[in-house]
């Protein structure tokens, strides 16, 4: 089945300073490429995704890169916030069912 | 806004015991999913229903755990007998469609086994 790993596991940054995260897949036919936060306590909510028929994807200070012939993709944050300070996980979904496989997640402190 | 709804939010049970979870999708959601969330994890997917049928339940410990959807709206999982190691956090999600991609979750139900 796939597996995605995600790096770092913990990601400590100053206000205003750049944040990414990179991820790896091994499903060469996964597709879908979706970025959760999760605060502490509460549900993931989707922030972006990507399709493997793009290669970069961008929505304020959020952006997305996917390389279909390394099989990675990355979250990029600019001019990071206190409020983006959370647990970010990435997923890649395969399959007829479109099943989600996700990392293990990386836990982002923007310090003031 | 339409939210995903789970109850319990918190369980405490002791081991042996028979626990449920319940999960209300978004309406008009035809897809539901049930994620189990181990501390310092990402969600693992434990059952998927396309309306009322499993389309996937490979990873779902089928000696102690049932999932249904009865009339393809709101799902019930149940854990019996419960275990230490199933202490997580038990996520719902819903889509459109599969083909939808985008899962909205529920806030969870927190599963502790003593």
């Known amino acids: 089945g796939e597996n995605v790993e995600q790096h770092p596991s913990t990601l400590s940054v100053q206000e205003g300073d750049s944040a990414v995260i990179k991820c790896t897949y091994s499903?060469?036919?996964?597709?879908?490429f979706p970025w959760y936060k999760q605060e502490l306590g509460k549900r993931p909510q989707l922030i972006i995704d990507i399709r493997s028929n793009v290669g970069e994807k961008k929505d304020q200070r959020i952006a997305v890169t996917l390389n279909k012939t390394a099989k990675h993709f990355s979250l990029h944050i600019t001019e990071t916030q206190p409020e983006d300070s959370a647990v970010y996980f990435c997923a890649a979904s395969q399959g007829s069912n479109y099943k989600l496989t996700f990392g293990k997640g990386t836990l982002l402190t923007v310090n003031p | 806004e339409a939210e995903v709804a789970q109850s319990p939010r918190y369980k405490i049970t002791e081991k042996s015991q028979a626990v449920a979870f319940w999960c209300d999708p978004i309406s008009g959601h035809a897809t539901l999913y049930w994620y189990r969330q181990i501390l310092g994890q990402g969600p693992e997917l434990l059952v998927q229903?396309?309306?009322?049928?499993?389309?996937?339940d490979s990873q779902l410990p089928k000696d102690r755990f049932s999932a249904e959807r009865l009339k393809g709206v709101d799902s019930t999982l149940k854990i019996q007998p419960a275990e230490l190691g199933d202490s997580a956090m038990y996520l719902c999600?819903?889509?459109?469609?599969?083909?939808?991609?985008?899962?909205?979750f529920g806030p969870g139900t927190r599963l502790t086994v003593l």
């Open positions: 499903d060469s036919a996964s597709n879908y």
């Open positions: 999600a819903s889509s459109l469609n599969p083909q939808d991609n985008e899962q909205f």
């Open positions: 229903f396309q309306d009322e049928s499993v389309v996937d």
